[in-house]
Nanobody
């Protein structure tokens, strides 16, 4: 059984940074694509970033240059380093695994495993 557990969310001011971590059990990140999504209040879940099994990375335009996705194969974990945070980044962030990356994005319906989510709040 696959389990994804996110950590690292919190509250910061505009311009601040946070690092989210997704720890996996039941799958191996070195063999699997993984990514991050977010859902802001009143909005649908949206793609944020993805990293392939062989470490190619992709980002939504809204976070490009500010967020960095990576993975630690020894820890079997994936990270999302977020810098220059804005109030528009406020959302629940979800780890996702086991989906194809097509056109540089992961489609939410293709995701096989989701984490429970972690809240990120950016105040102005």
């Amino acid at each position: 059984q696959v389990q994804l557990v996110e950590s690292g969310g919190g509250s910061v001011q505009t311009g601040g940074s946070l690092r989210l971590t997704c720890r996996a059990s039941g799958l191996i990140f070195s063999n699997t694509n993984m990514g991050w999504f977010r859902r802001a209040p009143g909005k649908e879940r949206e793609f944020v970033a993805a990293i392939t099994w062989n470490s190619n990375t992709y980002y939504a335009d809204s976070v490009k240059g500010r967020f960095t996705i990576s993975k630690d194969t020894l820890k079997n974990a994936g990270d999302l380093q977020m810098t220059s945070l804005k109030p528009d980044d406020t959302a629940v962030y979800y780890c996702a695994a086991g989906a194809p990356i097509m056109g540089g994005v992961i489609r939410a319906p293709d995701v096989r495993s989701w984490g429970q989510g972690t809240q990120v709040t950016v105040s102005s």
